[in-house]
């Protein structure tokens, strides 16, 4: 079965350390992968994706993943964390199959920023 | 402008009744979707709806009907309410998916079943 595991439920750092939200998949093929933040009360938002290319992609709010074939992985990463950025973080991927139109979530990750 | 809207916000109800939620997008997709979040915060698709057509309707009880009048609108309809129905429901649209198109999500409209 085809899934998304966020190992971790919370992660704890301290402000202006770096940060790094773990996520590895099961999912048959090179899917997209993407990550999402969702802020207390709010719905997802878009933080990056990779399609192909360098495995580093760089996103919104200093955001950048690193995708890694062979582990099949994608953490979220930021070299200085905010307490601004303390929220819940979700990873998702999608298959490239043509006419594959589910996005498949991991549990989500809480991340805490500490002052 | 708002790009993925839901009305309402928020909707408490009694056991047994029945509600609906709409969900409006104006970046001219042709993909939406219906999620619920539970207060564990997981998220779990419910259906999809590409271009009018239903494409994904995963395992949700037949009290939960959608509805996708034109592209742009997917409202969905649940009757017989129960208080297991009690989450976080999520409108999402997306583009083609030709490109690994990203998902826009609506703020959400809050159920509370009592």
């Known amino acids: 079965a085809q899934s998304v595991a966020q190992p971790e439920d919370q992660v704890n750092v301290a402000e202006g350390n770096p940060l790094t939200v773990k996520c590895t998949y099961s999912v048959s093929g090179n899917p997209y992968l993407f990550w999402y933040v969702q802020y207390p009360n709010r719905g997802l938002q878009f933080l990056l994706k990779y399609i192909t290319g360098d495995n580093l992609v760089k996103g919104s709010y200093g955001f950048e993943a690193e995708f890694n074939k062979s582990q099949t992985s994608f953490h979220l990463k930021k070299p200085s964390a905010l307490v601004s950025d303390s929220a819940l973080y979700f990873c998702a991927v999608r298959p490239r199959t043509s006419g594959t139109y589910k996005y498949i979530f991991g549990t989500g990750t809480r991340l805490k920023v500490l002052a | 402008d708002t790009a993925v809207s839901q009305t309402p916000k928020y909707l408490v109800t009694q056991m047994g009744n029945d509600k609906s939620i709409k969900c409006e997008q104006n970046?001219?997709?042709?993909?939406m979707y219906w999620y619920k979040q539970d207060s564990k915060k997981f998220l779990k698709i419910m259906f999809s709806y590409n271009n009018k057509e239903l494409i994904i309707n995963e395992t949700v009880p037949n009290r939960f009907s959608p509805k996708s009048p034109d592209k742009a609108h997917l409202n969905l309809h649940i009757n017989s309410l129960e208080l297991g129905d009690s989450a976080v429901y999520f409108c999402a649209s997306s583009g083609p998916g030709l490109a690994g198109d990203e998902q826009f999500f609506g703020p959400g409209t809050r159920l509370t079943v009592l």
């Open positions: 970046l001219g997709h042709d993909t």
